[in-house]
């Protein structure tokens, strides 16, 4: 059973940084697509940064600012978030998807991640 525990959200003033990290266990292959997404409250969850076998992917919204990457020696996936602003504030989730190594581009939805973490919050002040 594949599980997800991430950590290092809290709150932060506008401008600065965090680091989320993703700790995965039981885990059959490595190489399947990962990604963070996020949901603000009101809103959908909205996919920021995938990584898969051949690349990785952001929204718009944050390229420039998030940093996704994974250590599979440490089964850990990452997300720097800097120059942070507070519309970045939400429940921060990772994913993983067990039926595809390549991950559907940012804004295809959810749908293909079967496993999901508990989430971490992340709040941005002005």
């Known amino acids: 059973q594949v599980q997800l525990v991430e950590s290092g959200g809290g709150s932060v003033q506008a401008g600065g940084s965090l680091r989320l990290s993703c700790a995965f266990f039981?885990?059959?292959?490595?190489?399947?697509?990962m990604g963070w997404f996020r949901q603000a409250p009101g809103k959908e969850r909205e996919g920021v940064a995938t990584i898969d076998i051949s690349t990785t992917r952001y929204a718009d919204s944050v390229k420039g600012r998030f940093t996704i990457s994974k250590d599979n020696a440490k089964n850990t996936l990452y997300l720097q978030m800097n120059s942070l602003s507070p519309e970045d504030t939400a429940m921060y989730y990772c994913?993983?998807?067990?039926?595809?190594?390549?991950?559907?581009?940012?804004?295809?939805?959810?749908?293909?991640?079967?496993?999901w973490g508990q989430g971490t919050q992340v709040t941005v002040s002005s």
């Open positions: 994913a993983t998807s067990s039926r595809t190594w390549y991950c559907p581009v940012i804004g295809a939805g959810t749908s293909q991640y079967n496993y």
């Open positions: 039981g885990y059959a292959d490595s190489n399947y697509c």
